[in-house]
């Protein structure tokens, strides 16, 4: 079974500056997806970014960008120009490509709070 | 941009009672899947359904839950006789044909069991 661990339960960053959270993951496939949601106050669940495992380049949305390493099965995700609204729940997620049902699997969770 | 709808956003039930979560799936969406959160801690896996079929479930899922599509829009979640501990956070979710697909959640139904 896949499992993904955020050893980060909590951070915080000045507007403007950069933050990376991180993430890591057990599995034994080869292919498979990984994620990054944001979960603000309203608790609403949003995809920032997706990276497949058979990329080698990091995937990149604006000011999110992730640096994802396979050999090392880390995936962090990197917010520059941090902003009062990035304030929020960020959530690692694992999809396998190779079992049906293709579930997500969560890690724990790191909230992130920017400061002004 | 098509959505994923949850209705209600909100549902108090006594314990012991049956509930039914709805959901809205996007239209051309294939792969369904209810998750839940309790407060405070990470999303879980319930079920996931294809086909007109539970695909896969998690441990979480036992007797006490049930999943229907009964007309091809809508997506039910049953809990027959609720626990204090069902008391959480469901999220709906859908995905289109094509494991590079993403998840779209619907933005959730809080389940309160008194």
């Known amino acids: 079974a896949q499992t993904v661990t955020q050893s980060q339960p909590e951070m915080s960053v000045q507007e403007a500056e950069t933050v990376t959270l991180s993430c890591t993951y057990d599995t034994s496939e080869n292919n498979y997806y990984l994620f990054w949601y944001k979960q603000p106050p309203s608790r609403q669940m949003i995809l920032v970014i997706r990276q497949e495992a058979y990329k080698q380049q990091n995937a990149t949305e604006n000011r999110f960008s992730v640096n994802f390493q396979k050999a090392a099965k880390s995936f962090s995700l990197k917010i520059s120009d941090s902003q009062l609204g990035d304030t929020a729940m960020y959530f690692c997620a694992f999809m396998s490509e190779e079992t049906s049902g293709s579930r997500l699997t969560f890690g724990e969770g790191t909230q992130l709070t920017v400061n002004p | 941009e098509p959505e994923v709808t949850q209705t209600p956003s909100h549902q108090v039930t006594q314990m012991g009672q049956e509930v039914i979560l709805r959901c809205v799936p996007i239209?051309?969406?294939?792969?369904f899947y209810w998750y839940r959160q309790i407060l405070g801690q990470k999303v879980e896996f319930l079920v996931s359904?294809?086909?007109?079929?539970?695909?896969?479930k998690s441990e979480i899922f036992d007797d006490q839950f049930s999943v229907e599509r009964p007309d091809g829009s809508n997506f039910t979640l049953k809990i027959r006789s609720t626990k204090l501990e069902d008391s959480a956070m469901y999220f709906c979710?859908?995905?289109?044909?094509?494991?590079?697909?993403?998840?779209?959640f619907g933005s959730g139904t809080q389940l309160s069991v008194l």
């Open positions: 239209s051309n969406h294939l792969y």
């Open positions: 359904f294809y086909n007109n079929e539970i695909s896969e």
């Open positions: 979710a859908s995905r289109a044909r094509g494991l590079s697909g993403k998840l779209f």
